[in-house]
């Protein structure tokens, strides 16, 4: 069974860091490509980042370019987001999704998601 | 950015009639070369992550009930329950993943009338 559980979220100051991580287990971790998507309170959806496989490509949207680093390690199979630079606007539920793939940008299954709040 | 517009942000439906929802992206999803729409649709229930139901617009994911289909091409795509049960209850997405920053619509929420 697949499963992507995600940890390391929790209140945070604005200015500060945090990083995300996502065990994931069921798959073949290291065949596929992985994305963060975000949902702040009440909010709909908004794609973060994306890893390939290799991690040989990264994308991010503009909202977190230069803040936000996503990266994996295949070996223990987990994918990760350090954000620095938090803002109000990055308070919102963090979801590990792993990519359906061929062509990347879709996501057949998703953690359960981390609480990240930014607040003074 | 590709602007992804779900109508109508709400539904009440009774249980086993028909409900429909909008989709429409603000440039075309439709990869000429390959003639496939890069537009999928999920599932929210409330406190639950998103589950993927209908991928390259009108593709079923897999235990998807056949209830749910997608159709639509280019701009323009709707989500079909055919007969609505209780359990589905939730809010959809449609997204299109033709190019980054892929992008979500705002959501619609179904009930039960």
């Known amino acids: 069974e697949v499963q992507l559980v995600e940890s390391g979220g929790g209140l945070v100051q604005p200015g500060g860091s945090l990083r995300l991580s996502c065990a994931a287990s069921g798959f073949t971790f290291s065949s596929y490509e992985m994305n963060w998507v975000r949902q702040a309170p009440g909010k709909g959806l908004q794609w973060v980042s994306y890893i390939s496989s290799g991690s040989g490509s990264i994308y991010y949207a503009d909202s977190v370019k230069g803040r936000f680093t996503i990266s994996r390690d295949n070996a223990r199979n987990s994918l990760y987001l350090q954000m620095n630079s938090l803002r109000a606007e990055d308070t919102a539920v963090y979801y590990c999704?792993?990519?359906?793939?061929?062509?990347?940008?879709?996501?057949?299954?998703w953690g359960q998601g981390a609480l990240v709040t930014v607040s003074s | 950015d590709i602007v992804m517009t779900q109508s109508p942000d709400s539904l009440a439906v009774s249980l086993g009639e028909r409900a429909t929802i909008n989709c429409k992206s603000s440039q075309s999803v439709l990869y000429s070369s390959n003639k496939k729409n890069y537009l999928s649709w999920y599932q929210q229930k409330p406190g639950q992550p998103p589950k993927l139901l209908i991928y390259w617009a009108s593709t079923r994911d897999s235990g998807v009930p056949d209830r749910f289909s997608g159709s639509g091409s280019g701009t323009d795509f709707t989500l079909t329950i055919s007969s609505l049960q209780a359990e589905d209850v939730a809010v959809y997405y449609c997204?299109?993943?033709?190019?980054?920053?892929?992008?979500f619509g705002q959501g619609t929420k179904v009930e039960i009338k």
């Open positions: 997204q299109q993943y033709y190019k980054t920053p892929w992008t």
């Open positions: 999704a792993r990519d359906k793939g061929a062509p990347e940008g879709y996501f057949d299954y």
